[in-house]
């Protein structure tokens, strides 16, 4: 489903983020992205996400060669793709429904369909009761969990989380991972760039480990070992 | 608020811009109208060699009128228009004869004739008869009037387009600023797969209705400014009525400011998310 050949990308200055990486991800499958802090993790998702361009190499998405999307598509391509970073990234301003919502309202979708899926994604978070609530008024657990049902509104083929847990304690962190453990259950591929150990020692599931921009270990059931 | 302000102005010139241009029509149309050709004739020619040359001169197709004004009837004339002027009156008793010329006013079907007609006037045979032709002193009025108003035209023109950069330097940096401090809700916005128009809609809107408010004021301003100043303009040149102007062309003026504003802010928040919204 996705695929690394041979990718490297070298920002201004000749710092070299990521360096002859090849890796592929199935379908529905758990993926754990490991490293220090700088070993490239967030260059990889970048990449994935079309914010960047490999120096060298190929990144295919379901058979494409993501290089060779021309800009204009990479609205349709990004509602494939659902994004979690650890700040959240939501708007303050709006309830966690509205929040949701505002995913489905920016790609034109009808008040119908807001009404059908929010309320269901929402569910499946777990933040059904919290749904009028703002983000200042969210734990740091339920406004990743308000993120995710963001990412989950348009129904994407992969699940991109960059540190999801980077702000939250132990419960809480467990307490996202089964989310997304559950998503992919669900038939959603998950990718998840972390440096937390505990939380990839209890997985049990591929680990990808990264050092320097370059893969040093690629295991199916993998523990974090660096 | 600068950009609206800038935005104003540049709209204030485009209208003087047009105004002016329809004042300096106005102004040119009524010296040509007024313009004619006065031959005065040597002192020692008979009037009937004067009508002679009349009779000639009215076979060409280009003169519209001819009036003959014998030296009687310009004495006449002068004492007439002078009479209340001692020191002129007093001047004539000194020169003791009738010091005018018989003369030949001639008026043309069309202002662009007159060159047509002096010319000939300059080629026939008649130049024995002929003292002096006053055309072209007129021609030397209407000249400098054109030359003047299309200088001043020049000069407007030239003024709008800097403040029209200006205008666009300004818009895109308040856009540019207003881009900066909404990139948080921009980058939750590509995330979650907005299109580059809806992006981009908002920062277009703003750069319209900063166009169109400063339309409105412009509009509000001149029309209260042409009202003023109407009655002044019409003790100077009795036939023009600037308001009356104003309000036949107000249509015109409407779209002339709102097509200055719109396409101003818009084109300025254009170049402004090209070159700072990365989608």
Redesign the interface.
Known sequence: MISFQHVTKIYPRNTVAVEDVSFDVKEKEFVSIVGKSGAGKTTLLKLLLAEERPTQGKIFFDGRNINEIKPGKFPNFRREIGAVFQDYKLLPFKTTYENVAYALEVIGASDREIARDVPKVLEIVGLTEKANNFPQELSGGEKQRAAIARALIHRPEVILADEPTGNLDPYHSLDIIRLLLKIQEMGTTVILATHNREIINSLEKRVITLENGKVIRDEKKGRFIL | MATVFILLLTIALATSLFLFRGFSQFLLSSVEEKADISVYFKEEISESDIFEFREKLSKVPEVRELRYISQEMALIDFTEKHKDNPVLMASLTEVGRNPFLASLNIMASEPGQYQAIADFLGGSDFTDLIEKVDYYQRKSVIERIFSLTSTINRSFLFLSIILALVAILITFNTIRLAIYNSR??I??????????W?IRGPFLVQGALAGILAALICLLISSLIIWGLSSKVETFFTDLDIFQFFITNFWQIILIQFATGILLGVISSFLATRRYLK?
Request: glycine share 8%; hydrophobic share 45%; net charge neutral.
């Open positions: 948080e809700e980058k939750i916005q590509r995330l979650v797969g907005a299109s580059s809806f989608l």
